[in-house]
Each structure stands twice: as C-alpha cells, then as structure tokens.
C-alpha cells in the first residue's frame, strides 16, 4: 500500500510471535529495512514483548507473592518490551540504519491509573518527529504507559496493537500496519474450518464486532479506537512477503455495504459462564445495585437478558461473564443476598459455555438470518443458552463442547 501515497506516514507494529527469538528479531528488521528504502522516512515501529515473555513475567511475580498489587505488576510485566524495544533497535542499526529506542514514559505515552487496565489519554508526538527529523526510525514499547504521577501502567493483553493505533491517530498516520502470525481476518477459525477464506476488505464496525467476539486478530480496543478516529488499519503476515493476502479495515461506502456478503465471519469465545438471578419485582434496586458493584469490581459483563414476570411480581436477569470472573460474581450476588430486601434472590449459574456469532453488514438488509441460524443449530443437535442481536450480528450461548460444531455448522451454511 506505500505506494499509494506520497511521503508517508506508517505506524508498523509486531507481536510476540513476530519477535519469538533473534533470528524472528533479524527478520522483522529487514522488513523494516525494506519498508524504508521504498520511500517510507516517516516510519515508526511499535512492539510486543517477544513470545511467552509476558506470561513468564506475570508467573515470576506470582511464584514472589500471590498478593501484589497491579501497580507493582505492572513494573514486572512492562519489561518485557523494553527488551524487544533494545533487541529489534540493535538489529537495525545492525543493518546500517538508525534507530530511536523509546519506552511509554520516554514517548510520553499517558494512561489512567487502572493498572493493568489502563487507558491511553494522550500521547506525545514530538520525539517521534525529532526521530524522523534525524533520520532515525522509532522503536517504541507497546502495551505501557505512564500516569500523572510517573507510574508505570499496562494496558492489558493485546494492549501493543492499541498502542500502535494510538500512535498513528496521533501522527496522523495514513494507516496502521498491523503485523502478525496470520494473514489477517479469516471467515472463521481456520483451525476449526478448513476451508476458511481469508477476507480481504472490512468494514471497522464488522471487524469491531469480530474482535470482541472472539476473532484474535486484534486487540477490541485498537479496533474501536481506528473505528472513532478512521485510521485504516493492514493486518498482514510477518513471515510472507508484500504481495501476499492481508486484511484492510476501513470504512466501507454506501455501495459497498449494500453489495456486503450477508455473514462475513463466523466467530466464537469460550470459557464464559451464564448466572441467572430471580427474585420478588424490586427490578430497579437490584439491577441497579447489582451491576453498580460488578462494575466496582471492574468486570466486564457481556450478553444480558431481562424478564418480568408480571402475573408472579417476579423479576428475572441472566447474562454473562468470562469464566475467570464467575466466582467473583458469585461473591457480588452473595453479599447482596445478606441486605433483608434482596435476602430472597434465587441464583443459578452454569458454566463451561461458550458464545458462537455470525456477523456481517449484509444482515441489515436480509430477512431470514436468524431463522437460518437457529434452524442450523437445531439440525445439528446444538442447544441455545441465551441469544443477543444487533444490525449486524446474531450471538448465540452453546455448551462449549458444541463450540466448534456449531461454528462449522455456519459457516457452512452462510459462507460454504
């Protein structure tokens, strides 16, 4: 795509995988090398912590103390970039070029103080600038940050592809390369079905939904912060050279959503678990107080059904969470039960679910795709736990053991 603007502005960012070892490291630098002498001088990378490294940090702090606090691991965790900042900086001046090795706190890169959930406010630009002015290329740490106060933040996992959208809003890059160990968005898991087609052209608000529904590609919010600020984004394979198929995700013209596909993708995510609470109609104190204290517990709540039963004065609430979460919940319920006007709220729970979803632009303009998508499940024996919709997509709760089953099941039915 370079070649398609003059003088520009490119943010490329690689992930762990893409960084596993030195020779992995000596690769992406002769990418880089390749990218800059095709006239690309406005060139700044962005990097995870090299493969399994973040993990062992995480089982490091954890084996020292079981109960430490998330600013203190996200001093441990944030170093894990830092080395691949130094090891790709090295291997491209290894090459002859010159390169600018930056941290979060360096580039000036301001979070929130939630700690391993931060959020970037603001980013500096004028080091990149100085860099280029230089003709240096800017290696930056991803996935951290820094508070107010100098405090070292993460941003949670995935967190490097937020940073690297990040640093392209802010530049005002004309796109965002993401880097990777596939060739971009499938139609579904090719892992699952073999025949998954790789799809060359999204629109943000599809990939946004096939991101948080469980296609791994990229991280949910570097997705929602390309969608807000349309900074195209290209998600290509690190070990395949420039001709071969990648993923461009962009606003999609009226034209072209007319002429969508009616699914786009398949997606799934296990390991989530459905709670379902009833009790006598004080609806709005429990719903209220309910969701005020998961969110004081700063967990994420995904697919929520609400019932009044109006001939029992009952009210009835399901949704769902991340299987990590469950317990938690549970605890949240628990202590709610204790206070006298919710001391009756019955609670049941399942877990080992997962959530199957179609998605696509063309759904908002065809009739029949959720009559196909329940009648498909059905004729695979697959039975449906809870069910949310939107324009775009039709989500569906299945035992996790009926996972891959039912994502063959549709994409064999909406994509072929």
């Avoid at 990777?180 to 499938?186: A, I, N, P, S």
């Avoid at 096939?210 to 390309?226: D, F, I, Y």
Wanted: proline share 2%; with cysteine; net charge negative.
């Amino acid at each position: 795509m370079y070649e398609l603007f003059e003088n520009p502005t490119v943010i490329q960012k690689y992930g762990g995988t893409s960084l596993g070892d030195v020779e992995r490291i000596r690769h992406v630098a002769k990418r880089i090398q390749e990218t800059y002498d095709s006239g690309v001088k406005n060139l700044a990378i962005v990097v995870s912590a090299m493969a399994g490294e973040t993990n062992r940090l995480v089982e490091l702090v954890a084996e020292v103390s079981s109960n430490t606090r998330p600013s203190v691991v996200d001093v441990a965790v944030s170093a894990g970039e830092q080395v691949s900042v130094a090891l790709l900086s090295a291997a491209l001046e290894g090459l002859g070029l010159k390169a600018e090795p930056l941290m979060g706190f360096q580039l000036g890169v301001l979070t929130t103080d939630s700690f391993e959930k931060a959020r970037i406010r603001k980013i500096d630009t004028e080091k990149l600038k100085q860099a280029w002015a230089k003709d240096c290329i800017p290696v930056v740490a991803g996935f951290q940050g820094v508070t107010d106060c100098g405090y070292i933040t993460t941003l949670g996992r995935g967190g490097s592809d937020t940073s690297a959208v990040a640093v392209a809003v802010a530049v005002g890059a004309d796109f965002c390369e993401i880097n990777t160990d596939v060739d971009g968005f499938f139609s579904a898991d090719p892992r699952v079905v073999n025949d998954a087609k790789i799809i060359p052209k999204l629109d943000f608000e599809v990939a946004l939904e096939m991101a948080s529904l469980g296609s791994k590609v990229l991280h949910t919010r570097s997705v929602e912060l390309a969608a807000k600020f349309k900074m195209p984004l290209v998600v290509r394979n690190t070990f395949k050279d420039n001709t071969s198929q990648r993923t461009i995700v962009m606003n999609s013209s009226e034209s072209e959503v007319l002429e969508s596909p009616v699914v786009s993708g398949v997606s799934s995510v296990k390991n989530i678990a459905k709670i379902t609470v009833s009790g006598p109609s004080h609806q709005a104190e429990l719903i209220s107080r309910l969701f005020q204290q998961i969110n004081d517990c700063a967990i994420n709540v995904d697919i929520i059904v609400h019932d009044r039963l109006d001939d029992e004065e009952r009210v009835k609430l399901g949704f769902t969470v991340e299987e990590s979460e469950f317990l938690r919940v549970l605890e949240v319920i628990d202590a709610l039960k204790q206070t006298e006007r919710l001391a009756q709220l019955e609670v049941k729970s399942e877990s080992n679910l997962a959530k199957v979803s179609v998605v696509g632009l063309g759904m908002k303009n065809h009739h029949g795709v959720a009559y196909k998508v329940f009648d498909t499940l059905n004729t695979n024996g697959i039975d449906i736990k809870m069910i949310s919709t939107s324009e775009i997509k039709i989500s569906c709760v299945v035992r996790s053991e009926d996972c891959d089953l039912a994502v063959i099941g549709l994409h064999k039915a909406f994509i072929g």
